[in-house]
C-alpha cells in the first residue's frame, strides 16, 4: 500500500518532532546531572577544607540541580550530620545545616517527599532532643502540602509516635503555622492516646494540641469544631472518672483553644457543658441555650496580676532590667496607667462573624466578655493602688516596689525566679525559690535594693530566663533551651519580662564600638542580638515547643515593637507604660 505524499509528509514531521523533544531533553537531563556532578565536587573539596562557606554555597547548587541523585545526596548529608550530632560530635559547620534543609524544601514530587518524609522519621529526636528542630522545619513545608499524600502520611506518622514527645511537638507546630483543618482528625487522635505521661510529665504534648487545635479548628466553622469539643469533652470525662486535676498551663491553652473556636468561656473540665455543646451544633448546626443548658463550670482562682497582666501556671521567672537609664525619672502615674489596658496576644476566635450564632447566645457571649474584662482590669489596677505611688520618683523604683508587691502576693508552693540584666545577666535567687512567708520576705525584700549599672542586654535577660530549670542558673546552659529536658519539664510557665529601653549589649558582645543603627549619635555592642529584629525571632524560635507565656512591660522610651512582637509570639500581654523622656 502506497503513502500519499501528504501522509509521508507528515509523518516524516512527526519523527522530526520526537528527534527535537529528544535532543531538547538530553541536554536538560545532561544538564542537572553535571550540576549535581560540579556540586557534589564542590562540596567533597570544601569538605576536606572545612569551609563552611564554600559548603554553604555547593549546598545551594544541590538544591537548585533538581536532579533526584542530588536530592538523595543532600538527605544523606543531612543524616550525617544527625549521626555526627548523636554521637556528640560537632556535626557540619557554621549554618551547613540551615542550608541543607533549604535546600530540601526545593523538591516537591512526590517520590522526594515521600523520601524525605522517611528520612525526618527516622531521626531519633527522643535521644537527640535538637533533632527536633531539624524535624520541625523539615515538616514545615510538608504540612503546607494540601495535595501531597505522602507528606500527609509522614505528619500523621509523627503524630501518631507512642512515645516520643519531641516528634509529636514538631509535627504540630509545623501544622499550626502551615496546616489545615485536614489534620484535626490525627491531632484529636492524641487526646485519646492511652499515655499518662502526656498530662503528668510532658506537658508539651497537649499544650501544643491545643495550640494546634486553635489555629487549624476554626478554619471550619462546624466540623472540625465539633470534632475538636467532642474529643476535649471525652478526654475531660476521662479526668473527672480518673480523679485527675490537670496542669494550669494545660488548663489555660485548653480553656484558650475552646474559647477561640467556640466562642464559651468555660473551663475545659466542663465536660457536661461540652458535651451538650457539641451534641448541639451536630444535631442543628448551632447552639441555642435554655434552661436545660449544663451548667459551666468556673475557672481555677486567677493568680494576682503582675505589673498589670495576668501570668499563666505556677512557675514564674522575673526579668528586669537594671540598666542605667532605669534612674531616669518617671513620668507616668496610676491615672494614665488605668487608661491603658495590658494589649492582648493574638486570639483566633471568630465568632463575631459567625452567621449561625444565635442572636441571644451572641449577647450573653458579648456581655459575658465584657463582664471578664472589667473584672481582670479591675484586679491589676487594684494590685497597682497597694503600691507607694508618693514615694516613687523613679522608673527603678517603680519596679522594685511592683516586683516586691508581687512576689509577696504569691500563693503558697508557687515557683519565682528573679533574673536581672544590664550589660551582665545575673539571677538574684538561687535557680527557682517555693514561695512561702520566708520567702516572699526575703526576696521581696532583696527587690527593693536592686540598683541599675550599664547597658540593656534584652536578649541575654531572656535567653536566660528560659534556660532556668530544676538544676538552677548556668551561664550560657544549656545550650538549646527548647527541647532541654529539664527545662521542658521545669522551666518556666511565664516570665514577666520589664525594661526601659533598646537593646544595647548581647551576650556575645566583645566592646561598645558599633555606631547605633537606630540613629543618634550613641553606640552599642559589637553583638549579634542587640536589634529587635534580631531579638524576637531567636527567642520565638527557643520557645517554639515550650510555649512559655512572655508578659512585656515597657517603661518610659523604649523599643515597643520588639515587646509587640516577644507578647504576640508567645500568647503574653503588652504593658505600655512608655511615656517621652
Request: charge should be neutral; charged fraction near 30%; glycine fraction near 8%.
Amino acid at each position: 500500500m502506497h503513502m500519499t505524499s501528504a501522509r509521508v509528509g507528515a509523518r516524516l514531521l512527526f519523527v522530526a518532532l520526537l528527534a527535537f523533544a529528544a535532543a531538547a531533553f538530553a541536554p536538560a537531563a545532561g544538564s542537572a546531572q553535571d550540576a549535581f556532578k560540579d556540586a557534589k565536587k564542590d562540596f567533597e573539596s570544601a569538605k576536606k577544607e572545612n569551609s563552611a562557606t564554600k559548603m554553604g554555597r555547593a549546598v545551594d547548587a544541590l538544591g537548585a540541580a533538581g536532579s533526584s541523585e542530588a536530592r538523595d545526596y543532600l538527605i544523606g548529608l543531612l543524616e550525617e550530620d544527625q549521626k555526627a550530632r548523636k554521637n556528640k560530635k560537632p556535626g557540619w559547620p557554621g549554618d551547613v545545616r540551615k542550608k541543607l534543609i533549604a535546600a530540601l524544601g526545593n523538591y516537591t514530587d512526590d517520590d522526594s517527599v515521600a523520601k524525605l518524609g522517611a528520612a525526618i522519621l527516622k531521626y531519633d529526636s527522643l535521644k537527640e532532643p535538637a533533632a527536633a528542630l531539624d524535624q520541625y522545619d523539615l515538616f514545615a513545608p510538608l504540612a503546607g502540602m494540601e495535595n501531597s499524600e505522602a507528606a500527609t502520611k509522614a505528619l500523621i506518622a509523627a503524630l501518631s509516635d507512642a512515645k516520643n514527645p519531641y516528634i509529636k511537638v514538631a509535627a504540630l507546630e509545623a501544622i499550626r503555622r502551615n496546616g489545615n483543618h485536614r489534620f484535626v482528625d490525627a491531632v484529636c487522635a492524641i487526646l485519646r492516646e492511652d499515655n499518662k505521661e502526656w498530662w503528668s510529665k510532658w506537658k508539651i504534648v497537649p499544650i501544643n494540641v491545643f495550640a494546634c487545635l486553635e489555629a487549624i479548628a476554626t478554619t471550619d466553622t462546624n466540623d472540625a469544631a465539633v470534632k475538636t469539643v467532642e474529643a476535649v469533652s471525652d478526654l475531660s470525662l476521662k479526668w473527672s472518672n480518673d480523679k485527675f486535676d490537670p496542669d494550669e498551663r494545660v488548663r489555660y491553652f485548653g480553656g484558650r483553644m475552646l474559647r477561640a473556636i467556640t466562642g464559651e468561656n468555660a473551663d475545659i473540665t466542663s465536660w457536661q457543658f461540652w458535651k451538650w455543646w457539641a451534641a448541639q451544633k451536630r444535631s442543628v448546626g448551632k447552639v441555642v441555650k435554655g434552661d436545660k443548658t449544663p451548667e459551666k463550670r468556673s475557672k481555677t482562682a486567677p493568680v494576682p496580676p503582675i505589673f498589670n497582666a495576668p501570668p499563666v501556671g505556677t512557675r514564674f521567672v522575673f526579668c528586669i532590667d537594671v540598666s542605667l537609664s532605669m534612674k531616669m525619672p518617671l513620668k507616668i502615674d496610676l491615672e494614665e496607667i488605668e487608661k491603658r489596658p495590658p494589649q492582648k496576644g493574638p486570639t483566633t476566635n471568630d465568632k463575631k462573624g459567625d452567621k449561625d450564632e444565635d442572636p441571644e447566645v451572641k449577647r450573653q457571649r458579648e456581655e459575658e466578655e465584657k463582664r471578664i474584662a472589667e473584672e481582670e482590669k479591675k484586679r491589676g489596677i487594684d494590685a497597682l493602688r497597694k503600691l507607694p505611688w508618693k514615694s516613687i520618683t523613679t522608673k527603678m523604683e517603680l519596679a522594685r516596689e511592683e516586683l516586691a508587691r508581687a512576689i509577696e502576693s504569691l500563693p503558697d508552693k508557687f515557683q519565682f525566679a528573679i533574673v536581672t540584666y544590664s550589660t551582665e545577666v545575673d539571677c538574684k535567687t538561687p535557680g527557682f525559690v517555693t514561695a512561702d512567708a520566708g520567702s516572699r520576705a526575703k526576696w521581696a525584700k532583696a527587690a527593693r535594693e536592686l540598683e541599675p549599672e550599664a547597658l540593656t542586654n534584652i536578649h541575654g535577660g531572656l535567653m536566660a530566663s528560659l534556660r532556668l530549670n530544676k538544676a538552677g542558673f548556668k551561664r550560657g546552659l544549656p545550650e538549646q533551651p527548647s527541647v532541654d529536658e529539664d527545662c521542658v519539664l521545669n522551666g518556666a510557665d511565664t516570665i514577666i519580662f520589664l525594661t526601659d529601653g533598646w537593646g544595647s549589649w548581647s551576650d556575645d558582645s566583645n566592646s561598645q564600638t558599633v555606631k547605633d543603627p537606630r540613629g543618634g549619635e550613641g553606640m552599642v555592642g559589637d553583638g549579634t542580638h542587640i536589634l529587635g529584629p534580631d531579638i524576637w525571632p531567636s527567642i520565638a524560635r527557643h520557645n517554639l515547643f515550650r510555649k512559655v507565656i512572655i508578659n512585656c512591660v515597657g517603661i518610659g522610651y523604649h523599643d515597643a515593637e520588639c515587646l509587640r512582637h516577644l507578647a504576640r509570639d508567645s500568647g503574653g500581654a503588652y504593658v505600655d507604660w512608655g511615656f517621652k523622656e
